[in-house]
């Protein structure tokens, strides 16, 4: 089954944000974000447009599926 | 303090006093005997101002707090934590009639009993909820933070 992967963290990184600064700007908890980068939860529709829309690309570029090997 | 009162801690702080509840009243099945009714009871009011007031500190610093509390996180998690409860609920009360079938005996419900499965019920779901919380985010605080 292909895996939710996402590049949220390089995109914070570039952007100077902290995982709080982050979530207050889409308006979840540090904790979610934590498990944003780590492909520990999947977010719904809503949060990935908020986010992909913090850092100006679109949803696809910011994550995308990848085959477990 | 109400600003820095998060849900977690309201969590933590309700499964304490619901663990502590729980146990006071085993206290008092097992060693009534032994222990004067009045220390028992002085204990069950203990937990039980300890119980609401946790509640009503947290709605104060839902109010109050400009940070996010409650995200599509918690409501996964809470969720989660309610199906399993309900899973567990439907299992023991499956059991206990079972029981009670085999034995020929029957369940005398008091409302001492009814509030101690009700205490369990939030101890289970609120137990749960801190389990899932913190089974990811273990290292939640370690992670580098620029």
Redesign the interface.
């Known amino acids: 089954m292909p895996t939710l992967t996402t590049k949220i963290k390089e995109y914070r990184?570039k952007a100077?944000l902290?995982?709080e600064d982050l979530?207050?700007m889409v308006?979840?908890?540090?904790?979610?974000i934590?498990?944003l980068e780590?492909g520990?939860?999947n977010?719904?529709l809503k949060?990935a447009m908020d986010i992909a829309k913090v850092f100006g690309v679109t949803i696809e570029e910011l994550f995308s599926f990848e085959d477990e090997k | 303090m109400l600003n820095e009162l998060s849900y977690n801690r309201m969590k933590w702080y309700r499964f304490t006093a619901s663990i502590f509840l729980i146990c006071v009243y085993i206290l008092d099945f097992a060693a009534k005997p032994y222990l004067p009714k009045t220390l028992l009871n002085s204990l069950v009011i203990i937990a039980l101002i300890f119980y609401i007031v946790s509640i009503f500190l947290f709605i104060g610093g839902q109010k109050k707090s400009k940070k996010v509390i409650l995200d599509e996180l918690t409501k996964h998690n809470e969720a989660k934590a309610a199906q399993f409860t309900y899973l567990l609920l439907t299992f023991a009360v499956f059991l206990g009639i079972l029981l009670t079938r085999l034995t020929d005996k029957n369940i005398t419900l008091s409302y001492e009993v009814l509030f101690c499965v009700l205490i369990a019920i939030s101890a289970v779901n609120d137990g749960y909820y801190l389990y899932l919380e913190g089974r990811g985010g273990q290292d939640a605080d370690t992670d580098d933070e620029d």
Do not use: A
């Open positions: 990184q100077g902290k995982q979530g207050e308006g979840v908890r540090r904790e979610t934590f498990r780590k520990l939860y977010p719904s949060l």
